[in-house]
């Protein structure tokens, strides 16, 4: 049995619009995004609605918004998805790049939102 439920949302900007766009999101929301020290290219809005996270990530293509599912057994995660019909794309440190029936890119990530994940997560068999 694994446990996982939806984190976060993704803006993917290209880097010459980057910092424009953080100033932006940062003017709609209110609020200063954080860095990610171990990931440079991400701004991390925080959690803007309870358990979800809105962050901003550096791409070098077409910009467009993907989601981030969160598990605590990412493979196990991966293999229920693709039994729904996602396919693997790359793995990338921890986490894996998926895309889903239509071709959206979202991606498995581990645990990101702590007690909110052990109250909200859908167990699966």
């Known amino acids: 049995m694994h446990r996982s439920k939806l984190a976060a949302a993704l803006v ?6 980057f910092d424009r766009e953080v100033t932006f999101w940062s003017g709609v929301l209110g609020r200063e995004p954080e860095d990610v020290s ?5 701004r991390d809005f925080g959690q803007t609605v309870p358990g ?7 791409v070098d293509d077409t ?4 989601l981030d599912i969160e598990t ?3 493979e196990a995660e991966v293999e ?3 039994a729904l019909g996602a396919q693997r794309v790359r793995q990338v440190r921890s986490w894996w790049v998926m895309r889903d029936p239509a071709g959206l890119p979202f991606c498995v990530v581990r ?3 702590g ?8 167990s699966w068999e």
């Open 72 to 74: 605590d057994d990412i």
């Open 38 to 42: 171990e990931n440079p290219e991400y």
């Open 80 to 82: 229920r998805l693709e």
């Open 52 to 58: 979800f996270q809105l962050m901003l990530q550096r």
């Open 63 to 66: 910009p467009r918004v993907h």
């Open 115 to 122: 007690e909110l994940f052990e109250e909200q997560a859908t």
């Open 111 to 113: 645990i990101q939102t």
């Open 12 to 17: 993917d900007v290209p880097a010459e619009v």
